[in-house]
């Protein structure tokens, strides 16, 4: 089934998402969580997006690594290398939290994980990111079961995305 037909379908029940995965046994956007998140039952994943400052697109929700690996760096000036070689710590991190054996995961590692075993949310943590995103789930064949979103709430935001070609289906 495609994601779009999942959420149109009109008999089935609630959706029920998981936030970051099920990272209460995981660190959130791992994919440990996301593997909970598929062993729950869960209809849909929802991960953060981010890229890095080599062009990898890669999963975490807060503006630096500071809560979730202990470093109080930005990301998106790190190569992917400098990212993916942090542990991550347990559940919702923080600094009471134990660090673990996962690391943040790119992209195209929750896609690998995640196909044919449940829908994807994709959270854009950069509205300009879409073109690249969408390209990236495009060329893995995974189309039918992502969706995209990013905060478009002003003028020139809606303007901007009503601009960007291929980003439909």
């Not at 697109?57 to 990301?75: C, N, S, V």
């Not at 660090?99 to 994980?113: I, N, R, S």
Request: with cysteine; hydrophobic share 45%.
């Amino acid at each position: 089934m495609k994601y779009i037909d999942h959420i149109a379908d009109p008999s089935r029940s609630c959706a029920i998402v998981a936030h970051r995965g099920a990272w209460h046994q995981a660190p959130e956007n791992s994919l440990a969580a996301i593997e909970n998140a598929i062993a729950g039952g869960y209809d849909i994943v929802e991960v953060d997006i981010r890229q890095s400052a080599d062009g990898v697109l890669f999963i975490l929700h807060d503006d630096t690594l500071e809560r979730m690996a202990g470093i109080d760096r930005i990301p998106e000036e790190m190569t992917i290398a400098e990212i993916t070689s942090l542990r991550l710590r347990m559940a919702d991190g923080g600094p009471d939290q134990p660090f673990t054996t996962q690391t943040v995961p790119t992209l195209e590692q929750v896609l690998e994980t995640v196909r044919g075993r449940i829908f994807v949310d994709l959270d854009l943590k950069d509205l300009e990111m879409i073109d690249i995103v969408a390209a990236k789930v495009k060329e893995m064949g995974m189309a039918d079961q992502v969706d995209l979103k990013a905060r478009a709430d002003t003028p020139e935001a809606l303007a901007w995305l009503a601009r960007q070609p291929g980003i439909d289906g």
